[in-house]
Structure formats: structure tokens, C-alpha cells
């Protein structure tokens, strides 16, 4: 049994509450611990698929003091200390979506050589990642690119000379989808999508 227990419509509204502390009751009331409920449901097999160690991360937006947050998430990565500066997969929510991410965000140090690997590795890349997965070059931002339509070499080419350049991929549910409220097939669909992003988290092992 999992603790987990699926997402609602609340959950999503929580991101049109007016105000910082108003919206932050709410975010650390009832969606942070749910995302730290399913990233913990998650870490034990992610640390089986990447062969590190998965420690969870939950946002806390501790350094906003005006602006209420748009979005919120949970994270693992291989350090109980921190995630940002680490390759990383993050799940969490803006009020339109869910996203299911691997991420490179631009605290990260080794953005630059990373770049170079997946260059190099870039027919691999576009025959791994599924034609339904999205990317991002801005995780601060909810749009993305479908991997279908999306410049590689350009983003790549970003990463590798933008001080603050990211590069994130993974899987966008619309808030309406009904696998979100079945806290099984949702935790089986962020396992099959993780496995499908193992790839582009073993390149960084090739540094």
C-alpha cells in the first residue's frame, strides 16, 4: 500500500490563492507532503535503476518573501545535502500541469561537459527519448518543446556557452487527466518514465 494518495483539482487551485503566506499555508498543508509522499514511494527503485543512492528534496520556497511560488515540486538526487547543483529528477506542479522531469538546471557545475557527452551521443538521445516527451530550457517557466519539434544542437549549444542555461526532459499531465487520481498507475507511469530517462542521466556518469 502507498501512502501516496493521487492528486486532486484542490491541488492545482492551490496556485490561485492570492498572497505568499495564504498560498504556502495551503502548498505545505496538503501538496508538498503528498509530492513528498510519492517521491519517497519513488527513491527505492530510481536508486535500483541508476545505481545512486536517491535522497528527496521537497521545494520550500524559503527565500521568497513577496511573490507566492507558481509552481512546486519534490526531487531526488544522490545527496542528502542538496539537489540543485546535481543531476536530478524532479516531479511537481504549475496550476495547468504536471511535470515528470530529469533535469540540468544552472546551478548545476557541470552543464558545459554535459553538453559535449549528449553532443556526442545525440543520435542516441533522439532514438531513447519517447516522440510524447517534452523538453524545457527554462525551468522556471510552465512551456515546453515536443521532442519531436525540438532543436537539440541549439539548446545543447546553449548549455554548453550560457552562464544560466538548463536543459530538462521528461513528461507534462494535464491537471484534468484521470491517471492522476489513481495513486498506482501514477507511480507506475512516473517508474516507466524514469526508465526512459535513465539514459540521459548515465551520459552524466561519462564526464
Same mark, same amino acid.
Given at each position: 500500500m502507498t501512502s501516496f494518495t493521487? #492528486?486532486? =483539482? &484542490?491541488?492545482?487551485?492551490?496556485? *490561485?490563492i492570492p498572497g505568499l503566506d495564504e498560498r504556502m499555508e495551503q502548498l505545505r498543508g496538503h501538496v508538498s507532503p503528498k509530492l513528498e509522499a510519492l517521491a519517497e514511494e519513488l527513491s527505492q527503485g530510481l536508486t535500483a535503476l541508476t545505481g545512486d543512492e536517491m535522497f528527496v528534496h521537497v521545494a520550500k520556497h524559503a527565500r521568497r518573501t513577496k511573490n507566492p511560488?507558481?509552481? *512546486?515540486? %519534490? %526531487?531526488?538526487?544522490?545527496? &542528502?545535502?542538496?539537489? $540543485?547543483?546535481?543531476?536530478?529528477? =524532479?516531479?511537481?506542479?504549475?496550476?495547468?500541469? +504536471?511535470?515528470?522531469? #530529469? /533535469?540540468?538546471?544552472?546551478?548545476?557545475?557541470?552543464k558545459q561537459e554535459y553538453a559535449k557527452v549528449v553532443k556526442a551521443n545525440l543520435n542516441?538521445? &533522439? $532514438?531513447?527519448?519517447?516522440? !510524447?516527451?517534452?523538453?524545457?530550457? !527554462?525551468?522556471?517557466?510552465p512551456e515546453a518543446i515536443s521532442h519531436q519539434e525540438a532543436n537539440l544542437e541549439q539548446?545543447? !549549444?546553449?548549455?554548453? *556557452?550560457? &552562464? $544560466? /542555461?538548463?536543459? +530538462?526532459?521528461?513528461?507534462?499531465?494535464?491537471?484534468? !487527466?484521470?491517471? @492522476?487520481?489513481?495513486?498506482? =498507475?501514477?507511480?507506475?507511469k512516473c517508474e516507466d518514465t524514469f526508465q526512459q530517462l535513465e539514459?540521459?542521466?548515465? @551520459? *552524466?556518469k561519462e564526464l
Open positions: 493521487g #492528486f486532486t =483539482q &484542490k491541488d492545482f487551485d492551490v496556485f *490561485t511560488p507558481n509552481d *512546486t515540486w %519534490a %526531487a531526488l538526487a544522490n545527496s &542528502k545535502r542538496g539537489y $540543485k547543483k546535481l543531476p536530478h529528477f =524532479q516531479i511537481g506542479l504549475w496550476e495547468t500541469h +504536471l511535470f515528470i522531469w #530529469f /533535469a540540468i538546471i544552472y546551478e548545476n557545475p557541470i542516441q538521445v &533522439k $532514438k531513447q527519448v519517447p516522440s !510524447d516527451f517534452v523538453w524545457s530550457i !527554462d525551468h522556471t517557466k539548446m545543447l !549549444d546553449r548549455l554548453e *556557452t550560457v &552562464k $544560466k /542555461a538548463e536543459i +530538462l526532459c521528461g513528461v507534462n499531465v494535464d491537471r484534468n !487527466d484521470p491517471i @492522476l487520481t489513481n495513486p498506482e =498507475q501514477f507511480i507506475q539514459y540521459l542521466y548515465r @551520459l *552524466t
